[in-house]
């Protein structure tokens, strides 16, 4: 096909749940790790309810070429989860994928959202070269974050879990807000929220603040990642006790392979706790957005018997390059 084919773009309807489970099949076969896109009733009831958003590019005929879609913890979020990007054989060389993107942006920056995060591959280039074309910027690197049984052409022929770069978008000023890093990562946090643009400034802690006793979690269990999500929703005295506990827990009991943990940003306990806790295995990942704390957080991540290596890990920028040295210096010493 010659480049720029003539394409239509369009937001998928509530009944249309079909044409994201077909565009999945093709591309991944029964391996993709999000399970809810295989049940075309529930892509329909996302649509319908507000909580997804999905764009396709189609020929003047209506064959597909491209989907990506938008998630939202809730119908009116400012800050949306782009996922399921889908370009089809037929549509390879075109660019789709950043036509796409940019008129679901273009739709999202209308409506006021603030930004958009994501997750690419880190198995190759290409996905994070499109989406720093398209103004994002890396937040952090998930280690491990892609299953073993994902499989697509995007693996390049490696083998085991595969690890993910974060990306954010901003498309409109989000709020002013303090930010609380603990010492030990407060640089890196500085240089992305500037990066990125995030309207949040740095601060230490009040004088004499004080931690409750004990720490609130929320925990998470992703089987179709084989992973947990952490996220303290107030940190407390004996985080670094709280959070050894449950590792220990969904590592030797739930028999996991990665627990990430989300410390909010906004909250000056995090300064205060956080820096603490190497001794439990836990390292840096990067800044991103929670919805379950209502703002950004500080993502650690720990790894069980999960090998990384940097040679494995592709990067698209000279700031990805150097964020993900900072990551991979952070890992436990084993």
Known sequence: MMSGMDVTFRFLGPDEGTVL???????????????????????????????????????????????????????????????????????????????????????????????????????????????????????????????????????????????????????NDGHEREVFAPNRHREIVAQTIELCELRGTLADPPRGARLPEHTRLHVEIDRDHNLALLTVLEPGADLERAVGAERRHLFHRANLDAVYLDLPLENPATALVAGHLEGLGVSYAGVFPNSRSNGDVLRMQSLHRVRVKADDIAVASDHGRELLEYVLADLPQV
């Open 21 to 171: 489970t077909g565009a999945i099949e093709a591309a991944y076969g029964q391996t993709y790790d999000v399970r809810w896109v295989y049940d075309p009733d529930e892509v329909s009831g996302r649509i319908g309810a507000g909580t997804y958003v999905a764009c396709v590019a189609e020929t003047p005929a209506g064959e597909l070429l491209c989907h990506i879609g938008i998630s939202l913890a809730a119908a009116g979020d400012a800050v949306a989860h782009s996922g399921q990007a889908v370009t089809l054989p037929a549509a390879r060389g075109q660019h789709l994928f950043t036509r796409t993107k940019r008129h679901l942006m273009d739709w999202a920056r209308e409506r006021g959202l603030a930004g958009m995060y994501s997750e690419a591959t880190a198995a190759h280039p290409y996905s994070q070269r499109a989406n720093i074309e398209l103004g994002a910027h890396e937040t952090g690197f998930l280690l491990g974050w892609i299953p073993a049984t994902v499989t697509n052409d995007a693996a390049g022929g490696r083998r085991g879990r595969q690890s993910a770069a974060l990306f954010y978008t901003k498309l």
